[in-house]
């Protein structure tokens, strides 16, 4: 492959600062065109106005898995759909010894 006719896909989860100034300044054009659907659709792609999230930490399984010495990471996150109001939720990662695993298990299976 020739470097020259290669070309990464934008990355939307690594907006910058500069990437939403410009899509602000597009957002205002479509405004006045009276683009609104397109509008909002910048403005959830971009990062533009934020997600719900939900909170992992709240979450009954991650608090049991903590109570029984487990760390849970946030690997990434999903997006439970396309509209501005759907939730992100975190991908979690749990690792640890076979015996933790075996008294969470037996704790939740109750």
Do not use: W
């Not at 990471?73 to 933790?100: A, L, T």
């Amino acid at each position: 492959m020739q470097k020259e006719n290669y070309t990464d896909n934008y990355n939307y989860g690594e907006v910058s600062t500069n990437d939403k100034r410009v899509i602000s300044e597009v957002i205002t054009l479509a405004k006045q065109q009276g683009l609104d659907i397109f509008v909002e659709f910048l403005k959830h792609k971009f990062q533009i106005v934020e997600q719900p999230k939900y909170d992992f930490e709240e979450s009954e399984f991650v608090q049991v898995a903590a109570k029984h010495g487990l760390f849970v990471s946030v690997q990434g996150s999903v997006k439970s759909g396309d509209k501005s109001d759907d939730v992100v939720y975190p991908v979690i990662s749990i690792c640890d010894d076979i015996r933790k695993f075996e008294k969470f298990y037996n704790e939740i299976k109750k």
